[in-house]
Every structure is written in structure tokens, then in C-alpha cells.
């Protein structure tokens, strides 16, 4: 396979035309959109979710040959594309992958077509526009995961940004004005302060050669090297962005809001995807960047108590949440919580564990979602109480809702538990006393998810209105949709290797250089 | 400040103008009739005109006289009667007591800091150009030929300038000035 | 005498403040901010016995600026008065959006 | 599916052994194709754009909404499902072919004889590679697992064939047996796995399996909330045994037992390392075998139907946790007080859960609190070292429970049959309503008795056997055993001991109690069923009395398996021996390298004491139950006093409900979502930040009077200000 891509030079055209296929993809539906205006609705819905469907499957097959093409254990960047952008301040056009960064790529190219098929019948109004945002939003995204220059970064950082928000505010529900504009001041809030550090962190870099450079490469050789000035505001400028973004308690109230207003396929990408921007933030930026800042013992323990405060506080929340989507909100500021610990632990493990907790939280939430909004067409409504007995006339739908809510619990033999058993027991052995916290997770996520599949699925049958949605059970898109998430939860439960395997070395490169670099720290920092 | 010497009859009037120039706009602020107060701040203005012709500014003190007493003030009295605004109401505009001693204390207070800030900051020398200045007189083309010099080569452009905005306030005040009734009619 | 001439400046253009504070008649404000205009003239004068005759200059434009500004502001307030009736700035609030 | 061949040279490598993969296999397929056949028939994929009807089919619902009523076994009224005919074959089939698989294996493992001392490791696949953590998917078959693995397939193939019989009318057939082949899969895995985490996946595998069958009646509430009761409380005990997995890890490195039975050798003896991770297994223990204090969950497991209850809730996996302790033994010998500590909360499980037992009117939930009785049992063997009386003790009461809890479900099976047949909406389950059904169906009674005997402790049925052996293993350990040296709780050991014993005694005449009172009131006595439903009583089919003989046989000669050396002679200690290799060297550390003795003399007195207990017991029970004096129970009075309390079970539940639930339920609800999250740093930081702007403007367009005096004051007070930042510098 690696053999024929070599062929076509695969690896040094991917990247770029990633980024920009779905471009190509908005601008072809937003014409297509031009010339249909006027027309019925129903026929400007079918041309513009089959043009969308068109190019994200093309996107997820071109992506594909990463897989094998990507050699993670290089330790050169990956498909690297370095293009001058604008010269005069030394911001260039870098892309390029790891192996942690190749996981979230095929995260998002293979979870963006069943995000599209989950709005398939569900968008309705002004679809062209949608699903131009949609393609944008890909590009943001993918943007954020391959960007190796600050400055591409922050601008892919900010594209991403508009879609979602325009996405929540126009086709969202009942409050999606107040969920919009939460949901975008928060992010500004955090990646404003991120823009400061970025520019001062790339006329710092560029002292020595006397332009400014805002290459990740050299900001990193300059971390490494010299004692950057203001670090400590730096990390915190870059945290706060992400910590946002995670979103780490307390900066999480805007997720429940934007999950509950956002349609299916915005809840879908916010919560798989754009979340683990945040915690991918912090491994690609925050920590590498700034080890001694981050290792810092005071800082250190302020993220962990933050990162477990995270865990339990969101499971108890959601245990008590009548809304649905709520409830998944606040069990993904739990799940995110453990991908902070895992991360700031720093053992091999225990990131790995946490790489684990970024895709399988993006598959399990992203299906529970699609599973949510599946049943919200039939019914209208998200609250538990309205639900009941769903398992009598529907139970396809119940057999995929029980085993999608049974991988976020993390029963084993799910992606859940490999991904959290991982993380807990990578992070025992730094930090016992915050991973026998965040392990009694455990029993609230089974309380609350069990209640809530209870409420929905089991107990008696009684309400009308759902009794009547007999023969209207999962119809076979939804069920193809849901399947190939289902594979994923099984698959990364049964047979996790592969994947770990991408990453290992990426994750095991980063802990050994935070390693280093606090270690080195310490004797300059102990000599008088 | 400056130890240049001044003869006593120089002085004298120079305090003189002084005075009357201070008394006369105290005179100003305090009248009640706008009519008076105009006529009170003309006396400062010549005042003020005959201080320039003391300080070699002679061609300054004309155009003082005839710009500022002549035509700016004419037509604040031409609205002023325009207007009619002689009728108690119109004329109870200054503030009461309160007021009043709040401005003094700030008056004072501004006056204060500029004084002090003046000491504090005006060059201990202050003396090089002003013999030059004063030759001024002597030279051919008299005292305007400086002035004449500065206007038209250094500040051309805003000696251009102004023209234009003399002429966008000549037609402001023509548009304003209108009565509305008029255009309405049309 | 500069630094009489400086002195009586700094007296003038006070008296100006004090009255723009303390007077609500447009036109008399008008007035003291001519006032203030002048004392600032008077300044200009001063110090061009030393630094020559570009503050004249300033002289002259501050002039022009005075008259275009005397033209257009009572044009202005003959417009308002034929509205309101009145030049009291109390009775005046149309700055406020 | 490839195998990486275990270490060349062990003795099982070339035999049939190589295949043991497929056991657990083949109940998997077995549910993939149960599962399918479930969702095939059930499922007709909805239209391709939902939202256009779905609710305005009002008229669609009207017979979903079927007669609920409590203690039938709903769905009786249905038509069989179509799929019935082969799920009937593929169910029981599969497991009958893991049972005959496993036995093969076991006479491999036989033939292998003396060279079968080390465990025989199959690994399938890498796990979770990562750092220093390797982690394998690899079954590991010893003489330990050995026995479970027997009794899972073996019980489970009987339970099985019960089962068509039984749920034959179900309309939820299929996925009733897909349930049943996936526990049987977890519950494979749980025995047969080399890792923690491995057994950990079964573990887990089985709650879930029992929280689906628990609430396999999902319509109605009560059965529904009782499998999420179940999985909870089971997921508090799985955290304790995830701590303990990560400690392990964290001083040991490794996760496999082997590997953690190698690394044992560098933990300090009683040190708190080692009594933490006992401990925390422990937790875990208690909450799959449903111990102190989380076993209010399995008398609700009772919701689910019965042959789960029998396979489940008794036979299998609520003994996992007796399994873990036996194969953790290695570890478990080193911590002395988290030893006595299994023993005291297995004693006091004992005797509290018998008490409960003394005044339960529900037959199942009687069984229950039996069952509970005797985990505590096991508990108690396992605890005090005698790690192979406690796996006997799982063995026989695998046996005995199940058949009991069969002969409940043929009775239930009976008395529904009857109600059923008179639209009557009695409680079936309830012994008040039964009475004199030994004249209905002789078979059941038989048998019943005699797994009612053998738990009663009488000779030479098994359960005596088993008991026995605890109760004497409790008693040798007094003396000169690291137990009797170390102190619990300031407690001497030997103290805790003889009160371990004294208490164990208590618990088994409460047994003998409650059991013979079962008995008498649903098979003896006046029938007091109405007399509509009277000719409706009949034995069940034999698909259903077969599994019941059998079981019946094993229960009474179960107990020669591992004959106590007085009566055995050469047939003595079978179990013993066999398992020698796993527990022996754990055994023989806890009683201090020497293999314990008691004088024969001691040993009759405390055979003698043991069977004169069941027979107090019941005679007692015999002379004080009174079944013609029984009512039934719509007509029954209401309990007072002491029998009130244990009628309700002494509070517990309500106490959870009270003391954590509610409360956990408040503080989320009123100071977590209410308070801090939406009213501090939405309300106070977020929406108040955005408030505090807002009011700032509004005192911005506040100085926008519109005035120009206002406007002339703030410019000069504003020059004033600056100026004299100059000024006064």
C-alpha cells in the first residue's frame, strides 16, 4: 500500500490538498446554492447534502493512505509542506503530522460524512449555506491539527471558530442566540490572549536571526535552548485558550449550552472533534513549549486538581440533568477531564491513555449524539421525562443507544475502557491520590448513563407519543451510520494496538523531552 | 524672565492694557445682557490689539481690530439682536452660587497649575532670537515681510487649506442659517 | 515683558474657562470661548518675540478658524433657536444619541 | 483468530488443550447469532426521512402498552417467537459443545498429571501495548480455572436447557438466550483470563449481562431500576479493583498473575502495601458476591427471571468474587488482616443476611438472602486461607442453589400457569399463596428437599461436606497459623476466629431455619391457591425437571469431591489435591508451612456440633412454621416489630437511599448544578461579567447627558487632572 502512494508522491501533495478540497467544496455549494436560489426547498436540500457528501467522502478516502504513509516513528515531520506566506513577517505556510496528529486527522475526515448523513433529513432551511459552513469548519479543523506555524495555527484557530458559531446561531434551537454568543466570546476570551503569546513568542524567536519567525520548529528549539522570558505568562496565555476549549472546569458552561441548542451535526463535530482541539493544544503547544512552566509543581497541581474536579463534578452534574444533550455535555467535560490527567501525569501510559480518551470519546459521544438527534426528529424533544419503553418500538435503536452508552461508561471490551484504564493507570504511578479520585468516575458514569439509557429506553411504555413510534425504528442510513461508530467502539475496545501503535512514539517523544527539560531546569535552577 | 529693558513708559501702558484687558473680561463673564458682555469682550479685543503693537506685532494688532472687534464680533451682535434675546428668562443664564464658586476654584486651580507648571518648565534662557526679532523692523518690507515669508513658503498649504475651510463654513452657514420653511415650501 | 504677557494669557484665558462653566447662554458661551482663543493669541504673540514670526502665523489661522467657527456656530444656534426657541444649553440635549 | 503457542514443553501444548480459546468462543457465536435473530425479526428499518411521520400514528400503540402485572413473568400471553426453533438449538447447543470442549481439556489436564504444575498461558493478541505496560489477550488454564470453567459450562449447559422450557412464550426468546450465551462468554473470560484486566473484562461483562437480564422485563420500572441497582453497586466494587489493579502496577509492573505471583515475592509480609491491594480486591469482592456492604442489590436481582437467577445471581457470577480472592491467594497470604477482614465481613454477611432470610414471604428473594448467607460462606473459607474449602463450597452450593432455585422456577412456572390460565393477577412467587404443592408436583418437592438438606448441612449431602470444612478450617486456624498471630482491629487473631466460628454456627442453624420454612410453607401444608387455579397446578415439562435431577444428583454426592481425610480414606481430599498447585503454597503460608492437623477427636465434636446444629435447626423450624395457619397473602396481617424490620430487610435500602443516594442526588442537583455551575460561574462570572459590561455602559451613556455644559465641566475638570499629574510629580 505504502509502495503505490510513494508512487504518486503521496506525502508531499496530501497535506495541502486536504485543506483545501473542502474549500473547494464550500465554494462548489455555495455557486450551486446561487443558481438554486428561489427554488423549492426540497430540491436545494438534495443537491446541496449530496454535493457536501461528495466531497467529504472524497476527503476521508484521499485521507486514508495516511494511515500508511505516515511513518510515526520518524522523528521529521510527516507529509511536510513548507510554503512562504507572508514573508516580511516571517509567517509561512507549515503543515505537517505526528502520529498524534494523524489520529485526530482521520478522526475528522472520517467522522465529517456521518455528520452529514446525520443532518441529512434534519436541515432543512437554507442547506446550502450549511453545509458550505460544514466544509469551512473541516478546513479549520484539519487546519488546527496539521498547523506547524503559530500563526497558521491561530488563523486555522479562528476559521474553525465562525462556522460553528454561525452553525448554533442559524440553525440551532430554541436559545441558540445566547448559545452562539457564549459559546464564540468564551473562545475569543481564551485565543485572544493565545494571539499575544504567539506574537510575542515569534518576535522573541526571531531576535537572534533579527526577522520574526513564527515556526514551531524554532520556537521549540528556542524553548529548549534558552530561557524564554515571561514563560510563565506565555503558558498561561497558550492554557487558557485551550483550557477553554477542552473545556476544562470552570471554563465549561458554554458546552452545555452550545451542545443543547447546536443541530445534531454541530453537537457531533463540537464534541468529538473541536473539544480535543483544546487538549491537543496543550500537547502540541503548551506543554512542549513550556515543560518547566507546565511540570512546574504548583501549576502542575493546579491543572490535575482542576482536570479532577473536571471529572467528578461533570459526572455528578449530569446526573442530574433532565435534558439529554445536557446529560452528554457534562459527561464530556467528565470524559475530557480524564484527558487532562492523563496528559499532565506525563508517563507513557498515561498520554497514551489519554490520545485513547480523545478518539473514543469523539466516536462514543459523537454516536450518542447522532443517536440523540435521531430520536429528537421522531419526537421533538430531548427531555428524559418525555421518553419511555423507546426499547419496545424501537429496538435497533436500543440495542446501538445501550452499547454506545455502555462504551462511555468504559465497560470493557469499548473503546471507553481501554482509553480510561490507560489513562488511570498510567496516572497512578505520578499521581495516585487524583487518579483513586478520578477512578470513582467510574461508578457515577455507570449512575448516570444507566439512568438516563433507563429512562429513555426501558420502563413502561405509557406516553402516546411514543407508542406511536412503532415501525419507525432506525431506517437503514441511520443504521449505516451508526454502524461503522459501533465497529470503532468494539474494535478500539478489543484490539487497541494498531492505534496505540501510531502513537507511541509521538506520545513517548513528548514525555521524555518534558523529562529533559525539567530535569535540566532543576540543576540550573539548584546551582546558587 | 527676560532682562531686555523697558523704558517706564512702556511699562506703564503695557500694565496698563494689562488691566483694563483683565477687567474688562471679568466685566464680560459677569454681565447678564449678552449685548453688554459682547461690548465689554470688544474692549478686551482692543486691548488685546494694542498689547500686540507693543510685542513688534503690529500687523497682528491691525487684523485684531479688524477680524476679531470689526467682523466676528458685528455679527455675535447681529445674532444677538437677530434673536432678540433680551427677556428676563434669556438673560438668568448664569449659574447659581454653587456653580459659580465651583468654576472660580477651578479657574484657580488651572491658573495655579500653569503657573506652575511655567516655572517648572520654561527655559531658564529665553533671549537668543529676540534681537533678531526686534531687527525685524529695520529690514526691507517692514514687519509683514517675515510673516508674509512664513505664510506663504512654509505653511502654504495650510494658508490653502484654511481657504477652503472658510468656504465650507461660508456654506455651512448659508445652509444652516435658512430657513427651513423656505427649502419646505418648494 | 513676556512673562507678563504669558501672566495676563493664563488670567484671560481662566476668565474664558470660568464662563464657559459658569454661563448656559450659547451665544456668551461662544463668546468666552472666543475669549479663550484670544488669550491663546496672546501666547503666540509673546513667545514670536523669540522664536520669530511663525507664531504670527498661528495667530492668523487661529483667526480664520475663529471666524469660520463664529460663522458656522451661530448659524447653528439661529437653527436651533427657531426650533426650541430658546439658546439656554440646559434646555439643549440633542447630543444625546 | 491466531494462537501464539504457549511455552514449548508444557505438557498441555500438544493436547486438545490448544483449543480452549474456542470455549468462550463459542458462546460468543452463539450470541451473535442470538442477537441477530433477536433484532432480524423485530427490526423493520424505519422510513428514510423519520421526522416526515412518526408522530401522527397515534393509534399504532394501543396493545404496546401491555397488562403489567407484579410477579407475573409477563409475556406469557404472546405467541412464540418466530425464531424460537432455532434459537432453541443454537442457545443450549453452544454451550453444550463449550461443556464437552471443557471436558476434554480437563481429562487433558488429568492425563498431564504431575507435569502440570505450571499454569498453561495461551496468548491470543497484544492488548494495550504501551510504554512499560504490556498487556495481552491470553487465557491461562490451571487446575483453578479448570473447576470454574466445569462449573460454568457445565451448570450453565443445564440452566440453558431449563431455560427453553421456561421462557418458551416469551416473545423476547432470542434475545433472552443471546443474553444468556453472552454471560456465559464474560464469565469464561473472567476464569479463564492470565490478567487482572483480563478477569477484569469479565467482571465487568458479567454486571453487564446481569444488568440486561435483571432488567430483561425492562417495561416495568421495578425490574428496570433493579439492573441499574445491580451494575452500580457492582461498579463501586469494580473501582476498588481498579485501584487495586493500578497498585499492582505501580510496585509490581506487571498485571498478568503470573508475573504479579512472581513479583508477590518482593512484598513485605503484612506490610500496607499488600493489605491495600487485598483490601481493595476485597472491595471489589463484595460487590460482585454482594457482601457487607453492598448486597441489597441481589435480593432485587431477583426481578430477573429465574433461570437467570439461577445461573447468575447464584451458580456463577456472584461467586467471581470468591474466585478472585483464590486466585489472588498468593497475595491474600500476605496480608493477615485484610484476610481476617474478608473473614469477619464474610461471617457477618452470613448470619445478617440469614435473619432476612427468617421472614421473606417471596420465594425467590428467600434464596436470595440464602444465597447471600452462603457467599459469606465462602467468603469466610477463602478468608481464613482454606482457599480450597471455599472454592468447594462455590462448587457444592453451585449445585445445590441452582437446583433450588430451578425447583422455584418450575414452582413459579407452575403457580403462573395456573393464574394464567384464571386471568388471576395474584403474586406467584409468594409463599403465602402456594401451600401442599408436593401433591402437584412430587419431583420438584423431592428435589428440593434434597438441595434443601444439603444446605441445611446435613450428612453426607454435599453442602454438609463443604461447611464442614469451612467451619473446621476457621477452628485449625486458631492456633499456629499467621491468622491466629496477627491482630485485627486490636483484636488478637485467634479471638476473631473463635468468633468467626461461633458466628458461622449461627448463621447455619438460621439456614437450616429459614430453608425447612420454605419448604414446609410452599410444599406442605393445605393448598391455598383459589380453587379455580387448583387443577391448573401440574409438574413442569421435562425439558425443565430433567436439568433438575441432574442437579439434584450432584448436589446430594457433590461433597465427595473433596472428602475430609477422617471419612475419605483414599478417596479423601480430591479437590485438594488438585488444586494443590495454584493455593497449595498460599495455604500452606498462612498456616505457617505446615499442613494443618486436628486431633480426630476434635474433629467429630465439630462434625458432631455442625450436624446437631442443622438438626436443631430444623426440627425448630419444623415445630414453629405452621403452614395451615398461613393465609394468603392479600389476606394476610401486616408484620410488627422485629419481624416488620426483617420483612423490610432491616432498612438497608432505605438507609442507602436516604444516607447516599438522595443525598449525592441533592448536592448535584441544588449545590453543583443550581448553585455553582448555573448560579456562580455561569450566573456570578460568565453571564456576570457580560452584566458588569452592560452596567458599565450604562454609566457610560449616563455621563452622555447631551448637555454641553456638562460636557464643557468634565473636559476641564479632565485638563485640571491631567495638568496636575504634571504639576505635582
Known amino acids: 500500500m505504502n509502495a503505490v502512494l510513494q508512487g504518486t508522491g503521496y506525502n508531499g501533495w496530501v497535506l495541502p490538498v486536504l485543506l483545501a478540497l473542502p474549500l473547494l467544496g464550500a465554494v462548489t455549494v455555495a455557486v450551486q446554492g446561487i443558481g438554486a436560489r428561489g427554488q423549492d426547498a426540497l430540491v436545494q436540500m438534495q443537491q446541496a447534502r449530496r454535493t457536501a457528501l461528495l466531497f467529504f467522502v472524497a476527503e476521508a478516502v484521499l485521507s486514508l493512505g495516511l494511515w500508511w504513509s505516515v511513518d510515526v516513528n520518524n522523528l521529521a515531520w510527516q507529509g511536510l509542506v513548507d510554503l512562504p506566506w507572508i514573508p516580511q513577517w516571517g509567517i509561512r505556510f507549515t503543515v505537517g503530522l505526528d502520529g498524534i496528529a494523524l489520529m485526530l486527522v482521520l478522526l475528522t475526515t472520517l467522522l465529517m460524512p456521518l455528520a452529514v448523513l446525520g443532518s441529512w433529513t434534519s436541515i432543512r432551511e437554507r442547506t446550502h449555506s450549511y453545509y458550505a459552513l460544514l466544509l469551512i469548519l473541516t478546513t479549520g479543523m484539519l487546519g488546527v491539527f496539521m498547523a506547524l506555524d503559530l500563526v497558521l495555527f491561530y488563523v486555522m484557530w479562528e476559521v474553525m471558530l465562525v462556522p460553528m458559531y454561525l452553525i448554533i446561531g442559524v440553525w440551532g434551537g430554541q436559545r441558540r442566540l445566547y448559545a452562539s454568543l457564549k459559546f464564540f466570546l468564551y473562545t475569543m476570551v481564551g485565543s485572544l490572549l493565545m494571539l499575544v503569546a504567539i506574537v510575542w513568542l515569534g518576535l522573541l524567536a526571531g531576535e537572534s536571526t533579527g526577522a520574526p519567525t513564527f515556526s514551531y520548529d524554532a520556537i521549540l528549539q528556542m524553548s529548549r535552548t534558552t530561557q524564554v522570558t515571561g514563560a510563565f505568562w506565555l503558558f498561561g496565555a497558550f492554557a487558557l485558550a485551550f483550557a477553554v476549549k477542552v473545556p476544562m472546569w470552570p471554563f465549561h458552561t458554554w458546552l452545555p449550552d452550545a451542545h443543547v441548542e447546536a443541530p445534531t451535526a454541530g453537537s457531533v463535530i463540537l464534541a468529538a472533534i473541536m473539544l480535543k482541539m483544546g487538549t491537543f493544544g496543550f500537547v502540541r503547544f503548551a506543554v512542549p513549549l513550556f515543560p518547566e512552566v507546565a511540570m512546574h509543581p504548583t501549576v502542575r497541581a493546579v491543572i490535575l486538581a482542576l482536570a479532577v474536579i473536571g471529572i467528578v463534578y461533570g459526572a455528578l452534574v449530569a446526573l442530574v440533568q433532565p435534558d439529554v444533550k445536557k446529560l452528554v455535555a457534562y459527561s464530556s467535560v467528565s470524559h475530557l477531564g480524564f484527558v487532562m490527567l492523563g496528559i499532565f501525569a506525563m508517563t507513557v501510559e498515561a498520554m497514551q491513555g489519554a490520545l485513547m480518551v480523545t478518539i473514543s470519546h469523539g466516536i462514543s459521544t459523537g454516536a450518542l449524539f447522532l443517536l440523540i438527534g435521531m430520536l429528537y426528529e421522531r419526537r421533538h424533544t430531548r427531555q428524559l421525562a418525555d421518553f419511555g419503553g423507546i426499547a419496545k418500538v424501537m429496538p435497533v435503536f436500543a440495542v446501538m443507544l445501550t452499547i454506545v452508552a455502555l462504551s462511555s461508561i468504559g465497560v470493557p471490551g469499548t473503546n471507553g475502557f481501554v482509553s480510561e484504564f490507560l489513562v488511570l493507570l498510567g496516572s497512578f504511578t505520578t499521581q495516585p491520590v487524583h487518579a483513586v479520585i478520578a477512578a470513582t468516575s467510574v461508578i457515577f458514569a455507570a449512575a448516570y448513563l444507566l439512568w438516563a439509557v433507563q429512562r429513555v429506553i426501558y420502563n413502561p411504555l405509557t406516553k402516546l407519543e411514543n407508542q406511536a413510534l412503532k415501525g419507525f425504528d432506525l431506517n437503514w442510513r441511520e443504521i449505516g451510520l451508526i454502524t461503522p461508530l459501533l465497529i470503532g467502539i468494539l474494535w478500539l475496545g478489543v484490539y487497541p494496538k494498531p492505534v496505540l501503535q501510531k502513537t507511541e512514539a509521538a506520545a513517548a517523544r513528548l514525555v521524555r523531552a518534558v523529562d529533559v527539560a525539567v530535569s535540566n531546569a532543576r540543576r540550573v535552577g539548584g546551582q546558587p | ?186 | 515683558m513676556l512673562a507678563e504677557s504669558l501672566l495676563l494669557s493664563a488670567v484671560l484665558f481662566t476668565i474664558g474657562v470660568v464662563g464657559v462653566l459658569t454661563r448656559r447662554n450659547a451665544i456668551i458661551l461662544f463668546m468666552c470661548v472666543e475669549l479663550m482663543l484670544n488669550a491663546v493669541n496672546l501666547t503666540f504673540v509673546a513667545l514670536s518675540t523669540l522664536y520669530g514670526a511663525t507664531g504670527q502665523v498661528f495667530v492668523i489661522m487661529v483667526m480664520t478658524v475663529a471666524a469660520a467657527e463664529a460663522a458656522v456656530g451661530l448659524a447653528i444656534i439661529i437653527s436651533i433657536f427657531r426650533h426650541r426657541q430658546t439658546v439656554h444649553l440646559d434646555d439643549i440635549n440633542l447630543l444625546k444619541g | ?729
Open chain 4, 1 to 729: 483468530m491466531h494462537t501464539d503457542l504457549p511455552p514449548t514443553g508444557h505438557p498441555l501444548a500438544d493436547t486438545v488443550a490448544r483449543f480452549a480459546w474456542l470455549i468462550p468462543v463459542l458462546p460468543l457465536l452463539g450470541f451473535l447469532a442470538n442477537g441477530f435473530l433477536s433484532l432480524h425479526a423485530a427490526a423493520t428499518p424505519g422510513p428514510a426521512d423519520p421526522s416526515a411521520g412518526g408522530n401522527h400514528h397515534g393509534d399504532h400503540g394501543g396493545h404496546a402498552a401491555a397488562h403489567h402485572d407484579h410477579g407475573h413473568e409477563d409475556g406469557h400471553h404472546a405467541e412464540r417467537h418466530p425464531a424460537a426453533g432455532f434459537v432453541s438449538l443454537i442457545g443450549p447447543g453452544v454451550l453444550l459443545a463449550a461443556f464437552g470442549l471443557t471436558i476434554a481439556v480437563f481429562f487433558a489436564m488429568r492425563g498431564a498429571g504431575e507435569g502440570m504444575h505450571a499454569p498453561f498461558v495461551m496468548t491470543l493478541f497484544q492488548w494495550m501495548p504501551t510504554g512499560s505496560l504490556s498487556l495481552d489477550v491470553a487465557f491461562q488454564l490451571d487446575q483453578l480455572s479448570m473447576v470454574m470453567m466445569l462449573i460454568i459450562t457445565g451448570i450453565g449447559t443445564l440452566i440453558h436447557l431449563f431455560s427453553v422450557g421456561y421462557m418458551q412464550d416469551d416473545p423476547g426468546y432470542p434475545r433472552f438466550f443471546a443474553y444468556l450465551n453472552l454471560f456465559v462468554f464474560f464469565m469464561l473470560i473472567l476464569v479463564m483470563g492470565a490478567s487482572y484486566p483480563l478477569m477484569f473484562v469479565g467482571w465487568e461483562g458479567v454486571g453487564l449481562c446481569s444488568y440486561l437480564l435483571i432488567g430483561f422485563w425492562f417495561s416495568e420500572q421495578a425490574n428496570a431500576d433493579a439492573g441499574k441497582k445491580a451494575f452500580i453497586m457492582n461498579r463501586i466494587g469494580d473501582f476498588g479493583m481498579l485501584v487495586a489493579m493500578f497498585l499492582l502496577f505501580a510496585n509490581l509492573g506487571t498485571l498478568s498473575y503470573e508475573g504479579v505471583r512472581a513479583g508477590a515475592a518482593e512484598l513485605v509480609f503484612g506490610g500496607a502495601l499488600v493489605t491495600a491491594i487485598c483490601l481493595f480486591l476485597f472491595l471489589g469482592a463484595t460487590g460482585k458476591s454482594a457482601q457487607i456492604p453492598l448486597f441489597v442489590w441481589l435480593p432485587d436481582a431477583m426481578a430477573g427471571p429465574t433461570p437467570v437467577s439461577a445461573l447468575i445471581h447464584a451458580a456463577t457470577m456472584v461467586t467471581a468474587g470468591v474466585y478472585m480472592i483464590a486466585r489472588s491467594a498468593t497475595l491474600f497470604s500476605l496480608a493477615p488482616v485484610a484476610q481476617l477482614t474478608v473473614a469477619v465481613v464474610g461471617v457477618l454477611t452470613a448470619v445478617f443476611a440469614a435473619t432476612i432470610g427468617l421472614k421473606q414471604w417471596d420465594i425467590k428473594k428467600v434464596l436470595a438472602y440464602s444465597t447471600v448467607s452462603q457467599l459469606g460462606y465462602m467468603f469466610v473459607g477463602v478468608g481464613v486461607g482454606a482457599y480450597t474449602a471455599g472454592v468447594f463450597h462455590l462448587m457444592t452450593h453451585a449445585f445445590f442453589k441452582a437446583l433450588l432455585f430451578l425447583g422455584s422456577g418450575s414452582v413459579i412456572y407452575a403457580m403462573h400457569c395456573a393464574y394464567h390460565a384464571t386471568h388471576n393477577y395474584a403474586d406467584a412467587q409468594d409463599m403465602r399463596n402456594m401451600g401442599g404443592l408436593k401433591a402437584f408436583m412430587p419431583v420438584t418437592a423431592t428435589l428440593m428437599w434434597i438441595a434443601t438438606l444439603a444446605i441445611a448441612g446435613i450428612p453426607p449431602l454435599s453442602g454438609f461436606v463443604s461447611k464442614d470444612e469451612i467451619l473446621a478450617a476457621v477452628f485449625a486456624r486458631t492456633h499456629h497459623s499467621t491468622l491466629a498471630e496477627a491482630t485485627w482491629l486490636g483484636i488478637p487473631g485467634s479471638v476473631v476466629l473463635y468468633g468467626i466460628y461461633a458466628l458461622g454456627l449461627a448463621a447455619a442453624l438460621m439456614t437450616a431455619v429459614y430453608m425447612t420454612r420454605m419448604m414446609l410453607y410452599t410444599f406442605h401444608g393445605p393448598n391455598r391457591t383459589g380453587e379455580a387455579e387448583r387443577p391448573h397446578l401440574a409438574e413442569a415439562p421435562w425439558i425443565m425437571t430433567g436439568p433438575l435431577v441432574v442437579l439434584g444428583i450432584l448436589s446430594a454426592v457433590g461433597g465427595f469431591v473433596n472428602l475430609p481425610k477422617l471419612f475419605g480414606g483414599g478417596m479423601a481430599e480430591i479437590l485438594h489435591h488438585w488444586l494443590e498447585p495454584v493455593v497449595g503454597e498460599a495455604t500452606l503460608q498462612v498456616t505457617l508451612g505446615e499442613t494443618p492437623h486436628l486431633s480426630h477427636a476434635t474433629e467429630y465434636a465439630l462434625i458432631g456440633t455442625a450436624v446437631a446444629i442443622a438438626v436443631i435447626g430444623i426440627a425448630l423450624a419444623w415445630t414453629r412454621c405452621k403452614p395451615a395457619a398461613l393465609v394468603p397473602a392479600a389476606e394476610a396481617p401486616a408484620e410488627v416489630g422485629l419481624e416488620k424490620t426483617l420483612a423490610n430487610k432491616w432498612y438497608v435500602d432505605e438507609a442507602y437511599d436516604r444516607a447516599v443516594v438522595q443525598p449525592t442526588l441533592g448536592v448535584s442537583r441544588t449545590v453543583l448544578w443550581k448553585g455553582l455551575d448555573t448560579g456562580v460561574i455561569d450566573g456570578l462570572f460568565v453571564n456576570g461579567s457580560a452584566y458588569l459590561m452592560r452596567g458599565l455602559g450604562w454609566v457610560g451613556s449616563q455621563l452622555q447627558t447631551g448637555r454641553v455644559g456638562t460636557y464643557a465641566w468634565v473636559l476641564v475638570l479632565g485638563a485640571v487632572a491631567i495638568l496636575s499629574a504634571f504639576s505635582f510629580r
Open chain 2, 1 to 186: 524672565m527676560d532682562n531686555t529693558f523697558h523704558p517706564l513708559f512702556y511699562s506703564f501702558h503695557f500694565y496698563l492694557f494689562g488691566l483694563i484687558g483683565i477687567a474688562s473680561a471679568l466685566l464680560f463673564v459677569t454681565r447678564k445682557s449678552p449685548v453688554a458682555a459682547a461690548l465689554w469682550l470688544v474692549n478686551v479685543m482692543f486691548c488685546l490689539a494694542a498689547l500686540y503693537l507693543m510685542l513688534d506685532a503690529q500687523f497682528i494688532g491691525a487684523i485684531q481690530v479688524l477680524v476679531y472687534a470689526g467682523a466676528i464680533m458685528v455679527v455675535f451682535l447681529f445674532v444677538v439682536m437677530l434673536l432678540n434675546l433680551g427677556h428676563p428668562s434669556e438673560l438668568a443664564d448664569i449659574r447659581g452660587n454653587g456653580g459659580r464658586l465651583a468654576a472660580g476654584a477651578v479657574g484657580l486651580a488651572l491658573l495655579a497649575e500653569v503657573a506652575v507648571l511655567t516655572r517648572a518648565r520654561f527655559p531658564a534662557q529665553l533671549t537668543p532670537k529676540a534681537a533678531a526679532a526686534l531687527a525685524q523692523v529695520d529690514q526691507p518690507g517692514g514687519v509683514i515681510a517675515p510673516i508674509a515669508d512664513a505664510l506663504f513658503r512654509e505653511h502654504l498649504l495650510a494658508f490653502e487649506l484654511t481657504s477652503i475651510l472658510l468656504l465650507t463654513a461660508i456654506a455651512g452657514a448659508v445652509v444652516l442659517g435658512r430657513k427651513r420653511g423656505a427649502a419646505d415650501a418648494r
